[in-house]
């Protein structure tokens, strides 16, 4: 069967399945459009929390930050499975005891203010369509490709699916459709992974393929790598010989520092997980859904690097040197015997994903260290000409003889974000491996954008409205009945999803930078707010109002500053790239809030006495105060 047909029977299918699950689980009262009624078993939980977890950003751009940076990627990893740690081991037990299940909805009751609470919903509404973005472009760039549809059209696809499952469903239906999008995730991320460990080294399980060697012999277009040489000495051999700095060997320590512990420390103040632990019964269920959970991420983490590995090398081995006509028209017969064409070269090129510039006119495909396109930030110009053979032309001249990046001028931009999808067909891998990856790049990017959308759809709706908007004054409880309440949260769920597609089709970065500055945000006003809520009684709601302004506004500035408006890199303070700043936002954050908790008026005896209280994670009930 074809490719295409074999992509629309795999997509459609588990479409069909998500929308089925869906309707099947649809909310029918605000505790189910919240926290799924409760009654999630944690298994279930665990599989669920798993697919919000990780999102388009872990499946679809990690492993190709890491097959570009090597080492340094490893921030990446890292940052995101120790702060799944720190927020399972540090905060959820004592979150779960306070029974709040957003953290806006935690920051008014602990800190006693109305304009605490107001502050925090500005920030998670904020953080989330951040972080949402990544997704919806993640969305996006795996219709653009595999539907054959532009990615504007795919955003838009997207956001029709994810209405329909997280309007009408809410947390209950999102719960178990994301149960469905585990499942497919992980097979969808395996078996190709699978098929390349066998097929670059000596080892079946991926998780050792980067201890593993190389199964054949590969010319980097300098020398020839024989076979049977370690993976991570071949690729250091390659990278090297093309002009980049060696594969494994680690770049700005620093840098890679302060990235790990803005991602680590962000994970507390992303709330679409925080929630995950009010969805079940009991504590203990809590609990051991949190293991579960780190079980399932970690079945897919484990594999990421080495999957990087392998794109890497196949890279260098299918596309070095190639003949670009030949390639896509004829194909070109492997060492192993099989034709392999590049049809997918030229669809991901129509997709503005990847482009082609023949520098020195010898008509092969040259891939080396250096820019091949003159645009500062590395992408291609698609308003310059088109030759005869449809690659694109610009006006970046050949460099001086003495300056060139390595042995070739580089021809080739390869958006990072396609790595992994675009990897089985590079391997030339069987059709149905690629369909399968493709359903699995869409249930990524679902899966989490779903969560966030609720997330940000609930506090406009419970906190914004509910607690503050509409307050009882004399009960502090919403005035909305339940019916109002849950129409409310689908009224703004449509009105995230609007804004989530915007932010798809004019995304503010790759995949895992957007993602990264979500964390780095979330680092930089949550985290302090809800570790000194729990653990420091003195702290006021002058202080923490002050940290989440002071964090937010921080971090958000040096972003755009540095990211969006070009400032030179050589301003950076104390030498912090963009994507790690949250942690000095965090650090402020601290300092503000603990200087100015201490120079006003201490909170109330009784939430001092509720601090001490939520210390103990005994005897905590279920997340229905709504």
Known sequence: MDLQTLIYIFVGATFALYIVIALWA?????????????????????????????????????????????????????????????????????????????????????????????????????????????????????????????????????????FIYAVLGGMKGITYTQVAQYMVMIIAYLIPAIFLSLMVTDTFLPQMGIFGTTTFAFNDGVKEIPAGTYLMHALDQAVTDLGFNAYTMPGNLWNMFMLTVALMVGTAGLPHVIVRFFTVPKVKDARASAGWALLFIAILYTTIASVAAFSRVNIIDRVQNVPYKQWVTEGVKQADGRINHGGWFKTWEEGHLLAWNDRNGDGKIQYAAGKAFDDPKGKPHYNGKVAPDGHL??????????????????????????????????????????????????????????????????????????????????????????????????????????????????????????????????????????????????????????????????????????????????????????????????????????????????????????????????????????
């Open 393 to 626: 032309l610009t006006s970046n001249p050949l460099p001086a003889e003495g300056k060139k990046p390595g042995p070739f001028y580089n021809e080739v931009y390869i958006d990072r974000d396609i790595i992994v999808l675009a990897n089985p067909e590079i391997a030339n891998l069987p059709n149905w491996v690629i369909a399968l990856i493709a359903a699995g790049g869409l249930a990524a990017a679902l899966s989490t954008a779903a969560g966030l959308l609720l997330v940000i759809s609930s506090s406009i709706s419970h906190d914004l409205l509910g607690r503050v908007m509409f307050k009882d004054p004399v009960t502090g409880k919403s005035k909305l009945t339940d019916k109002q309440e849950l129409l409310a949260a689908r009224i703004a769920a449509v009105a995230a999803i609007v804004v989530a597609g915007y932010l798809g089709i004019n995304p503010p970065g790759f995949v895992a930078q957007v993602v990264a500055f979500a964390f780095g945000l979330a680092a930089a006003s949550f985290f302090p707010t809800i570790i000194l809520g729990i653990f420091d009684k003195r702290m006021n709601k002058a202080g923490a109002i002050a940290g989440i302004l002071t964090g937010l506004i921080f971090t958000f500035s040096y972003i755009v500053y540095f990211v969006f408006m070009g400032g030179d890199p050589k301003d950076y303070l104390f030498g912090v790239a963009p994507v790690g700043i949250g942690t000095i936002g965090m650090v402020l954050n601290f300092i503000v809030s603990l200087l100015v908790s201490r120079v006003t008026e201490p909170p109330p005896a009784h939430i001092q006495e509720m601090v001490e209280n939520i210390r103990i994670p005994r005897g905590a009930g279920e997340a229905h105060d709504h």
């Open 26 to 162: 649809k909310a029918a009262s605000t505790k189910d459009f919240y926290v799924a009624g409760g009654g999630v078993h944690p298994i279930a939980n665990g599989m669920a929390t798993a697919a919000d977890w990780m999102s388009a950003a872990s499946f679809i751009s990690l492993a190709g930050i890491i097959a570009y940076k090597g080492s340094d990627g490893g921030a990446y990893l890292m940052g995101w499975t120790g702060g799944y740690v720190l927020l399972a081991l540090l905060l959820a037990p004592y979150l779960r005891k306070f029974g709040k299940f957003t953290v806006p909805d935690f920051v008014g009751d602990r800190y006693h203010s109305d304009l605490a609470r107001t502050v925090a919903v500005i920030a998670v509404i904020f953080i989330s369509f951040t972080y949402v973005a990544g997704q919806m472009r993640g969305v996006g760039i795996v219709f653009s490709r595999f539907l054959q549809v532009d990615v504007n059209t795919g955003v838009v696809i997207g956001m029709v699916i994810v």
